[in-house]
């Protein structure tokens, strides 16, 4: 069903209207792009409440919906939200939760991931871990994405090996690290 974004006002919003604007996420290619604008220009602290509820539904596309706006949001003070998606038992979820942490370059973020990498049974989440520990990844990262380049035997879905990407993130994280900060 087709909605017209345009027809919402940040200062009306209720909570009805902030479901079915997460429903609407990736509906259009600039979805997301409007309705992160309404939401911010709205009511922080009435937004964040009817997200963080949402982030609890049922319906998991919806969870991982408002959990990635909160994550556009908030920033790191999303981290909560997303450590939630990590407990979810559908992998699908948990890899949702790892794209986000790789958007919050922070200690806890990190920490995290290397929690899945090291511990989560699926070499979906695995792969994922690893992928977004090359994103945010700095030296602290190193030793763990070292032993599963050399004890990850898993793959994901699609058969790419899990100890292939995590020597592909230590490589990136030694050249970031070796290039100077741009001023």
Request: hydrophobic share 40%; with cysteine; charged share 30%.
């Amino acid at each position: 069903m087709k909605i017209d974004l345009g027809k919402f006002d940040s200062s009306k919003l209720k909570r009805d209207d902030v479901k079915i604007l997460v429903e609407r996420m990736y509906t259009t290619l600039d979805a997301n792009e409007i309705i992160r604008g309404l939401f911010a220009s709205a009511d922080r602290t009435f937004i964040v409440s009817c997200l963080g509820g949402l982030s609890e539904d049922p319906n998991l596309d919806i969870a991982c919906n408002a959990v990635e706006m909160l994550v556009s949001l908030e920033g790191t003070n999303a981290i909560h939200w997303v450590a939630k998606l990590l407990d979810n038992e559908d992998d699908l979820v948990r890899c949702a939760g790892c794209r986000l942490l790789s958007r919050l370059d922070c200690p806890e973020a990190r920490a995290y991931l290397i929690q899945c990498l090291q511990n989560d049974k699926s070499g979906n989440v695995r792969f994922n871990a690893a992928e977004s520990l090359e994103a945010i990844g700095d030296l602290s990262t190193i030793e763990v994405l070292n032993h599963a380049a050399e004890s990850d035997c898993g793959t994901d879905f699609e058969g790419r090996p899990i100890s292939e990407r995590a020597l592909r993130s230590i490589g990136t994280i030694l050249r970031r690290q070796q290039s100077p900060e741009p001023s």
